[in-house]
């Protein structure tokens, strides 16, 4: 297809001006992702346009929650997509994840395992492997901070109590709630999960500080421990 720049088409058919009259809902993905582009790219096969990049990545991945799990490598490997469009792609999408886990207020209090999962599921849900997180809450459960204990599985990086509670004691938390992914997808607990969680428990009652429960997620789905009667 010869090149033609968005500056010389249609002004109704231009992404900017069709967003600018109609609104954001009336482009197509491929235009939404044009318009994050700003301009095209040079390929061996000739130029083209931010549009048909854009729709070379929709024909590709078919929808944009498949395009926004692809990794910065993965992305570079598209004909047309270097470092610059790569990133732009990659930042865009971690924009939409840190505003669906906020929500209007980022003073989040936990009520229930949802609120967790709400705050959280957006951040690790696509990742590849296992990381576990520790959520530090005050006296009115309302979440202080949260870091990260080990990357690569319970089972090959073991999850010591002195380093979960280490920070808590440091920031003066009343509580904690422990959280891993599942990349596979099924949020049912293994018996390491199982084995982990009563270690911690264990620990908190010792110091103090109690674990309020466990979240596994996986995918759109999660597990909590605590609703499985498993953290007394």
């Known amino acids: 297809m010869p090149h033609l720049p968005i500056h010389a088409w249609q002004e109704g058919d231009r992404p900017r001006e069709k967003l600018i009259k109609a609104g954001a809902s009336y482009l197509s993905d491929a235009e939404l992702l044009a318009l994050l582009f700003g301009t095209g790219t040079r390929t061996k096969a000739g130029t083209l346009s ?8 929709m ?45 209007e ?34 006296t009115a ?24 509670f280490q920070k808590a004691i440091l920031d003066n938390a009343a509580s904690v709630i422990c959280l891993h992914n599942h990349p596979s997808g099924n949020p049912e607990p293994s018996r390491e999960d199982i084995r982990v969680t009563r270690q911690l428990v264990e620990a908190g009652k010792i110091m103090g500080i109690p674990v309020h429960d466990h979240i596994i997620i996986a995918g759109k789905k999660y597990t909590s421990l605590a609703e499985r009667g498993l953290i007394a």
């Open 50 to 57: 931010a549009v048909q990049l854009g729709q070379i990545l």
């Open 141 to 164: 459960n309302i979440i202080l901070c949260d870091y990260t204990i080990s990357e690569g599985g319970l089972a090959a990086s073991i999850v010591e109590p002195r380093a979960v």
């Open 59 to 103: 024909s590709q991945y078919q929808s944009l929650l498949t395009l926004s799990r692809q990794s910065i490598q993965s992305l570079m490997q598209i004909q047309g997509v270097g470092p610059a469009k790569a990133s732009q792609l990659t930042a865009s999408f971690e924009i939409g994840k840190r505003i669906e886990s906020q929500g």
């Open 105 to 138: 207020d980022d003073r989040v209090q936990v009520k229930s395992p949802d609120d967790v999962a709400a705050r959280y599921s957006p951040h690790m849900r696509d990742l590849r492997t296992e990381i576990f997180k520790v959520v530090l809450l005050n």
